[in-house]
Nanobody, 115 residues
Framework: QVQLVESGGGLVQPGGSLRLACAAS???????TDWYRQAPGKERELVAR???????NYADSVKGRFTISRDNAKNTVYLQMNSLKPEDTAVYYC??????????WGQGTQVTVSS
């Protein structure tokens, strides 16, 4: 069992930046790691993915503004969010999927972009 704990959310003005972190209780070197978000009344959507080999993918809505990275030594995944927009407001979740099957979700962290 791996526990994921997100941090770094908060209230930020449009155009601002936040850095989210997802700390895992175990090794993430064998996991693909993702950031999802869910806005009120909407389905949860994939924002960014970092594969085990380090390849990254992003939703079109965040390309060029968000960057996913990971530090396997610290068992931590990051999401750097720049040029934030009100439509980025959501609860952000991290997910780790291990190649042999198990997947784990964090509890989420609220990001609010508002003036």
């Amino acid at each position: 069992q791996v526990q994921l704990v997100e941090s770094g959310g908060g209230l930020v003005q449009p155009g601002g930046s936040l850095r989210l972190a997802c700390a895992a209780s175990g090794s993430i070197s064998s996991a693909a790691t993702d950031w999802y978000r869910q806005a009120p009344g909407k389905e949860r959507e994939l924002v960014a993915r970092c594969a085990r080999d380090g390849n990254t993918n992003y939703a079109d809505s965040v390309k060029g503004r968000f960057t996913i990275s990971r530090d396997n030594a610290k068992n931590t995944v990051y999401l750097q969010m720049n040029s934030l927009k009100p439509e980025d407001t959501a609860v952000y979740y991290c997910k780790a999927t291990y190649f042999w099957g198990p997947l784990y979700w964090g509890q989420g962290t609220q990001v609010t972009v508002s003036s």
